[in-house]
């Protein structure tokens, strides 16, 4: 009997007496594991960035036409941190935000059609706030 056939047969073994369904059942749950755990760090990367964003937003707001350039520059921030983790909803939505003045109608709707976008990115119900 060659020694490859006897590292096989011995894997074989160890295998068969581990048993490959325990073998098979732990890869899967590690698998799923660092699924769920990319997800949640998604998640929680894209709640933080909505948040900041929408302080940011209401600060520019806040300031109406007049924003100095510490808050624009914490506004670009923020949007470049969205842009990183957002859907394209969002991301259009966001470009409409902004080409509307402030204590507009149409303002304000944009901002109820963002927070309707994020709410999707996030999975979170309209109701379930």
Known sequence: MGTHQSWITLLAALAGGL???TIATTLIQQIFLRRAKAEDTRLAMRSEAF???LA???K??????DPT??????????VARVQLVASKAVL???KTWRDFDPDTPERVAGVAALLEAMRRDLGIAKDAS
């Open 60 to 65: 520019l707001d806040k300031l109406g036409g």
């Open 56 to 58: 940011a937003i209401s």
């Open 69 to 78: 350039t510490e808050v624009e520059a914490e506004y670009a921030l923020c």
């Open 92 to 94: 259009a939505l966001l």
């Open 51 to 53: 948040a900041d964003l």
């Open 19 to 21: 048993g490959l369904g």
